[in-house]
């Protein structure tokens, strides 16, 4: 996926999410083309900027379950409500690589919501146990994965057997 199509995609993407925001959309409206072409082309290269934080971090990854979907990115997080269907930033990041982690088939809240979060700069202190203790991506995935999420760009190293 690298290459102009894909950047012409991307960008083409992002300019459509852009412009239908509905403030954008009411400042075309009120005659003021100008300055809604301008918050258009910010959002479009903040996107970019998120869409290369992801391909770039060691634990950046693409989070989505019934709270929303949220793209972590170490020490910033962009989110919405909505499932990663109507997230096209998160569907993007997904699609260029980023780490997915869906939740949504976990039933056992109890234990999900005492996993260790992930830890922004890739280390792992899993020796650590109690409340703030962080792990690795990989970490993390082998123990949401054992509670039944589904993992799309799996980061961890194949096995043989």
Excluded at 11 to 20: E, G, K, M, N
């Amino acid at each position: 996926m690298k290459g102009i199509p894909m950047q012409t995609g991307v960008l083409r993407v992002l300019r459509a999410t852009a412009a239908s925001w509905w403030r954008h959309k009411e400042l075309h409206r009120t005659g003021q083309s100008l300055l809604a072409q301008r918050l258009e082309r910010e959002a479009v290269l903040r996107d970019l900027g998120y869409l290369r934080q992801a391909a770039t971090l060691p634990n950046a990854h693409v989070i989505c379950g019934d709270g929303g979907t949220f793209i972590h990115l170490g020490w910033s997080t962009v989110s919405t409500l909505a499932p990663i269907e109507r997230f096209p930033l998160a569907t993007l990041a997904v699609a260029r690589g980023t780490p997915f982690i869906d939740t949504r088939p976990i039933t056992n809240v109890i234990a999900f919501a005492n996993l260790p979060r992930v830890a922004r700069d890739g280390s792992d202190d899993s020796e650590l146990w109690g409340l703030g203790r962080s792990v690795s991506l990989t970490t993390y995935i082998d123990t949401i994965e054992a509670l039944g999420a589904r993992i799309i760009n799996d980061p961890r190293p194949r096995q043989s057997t």
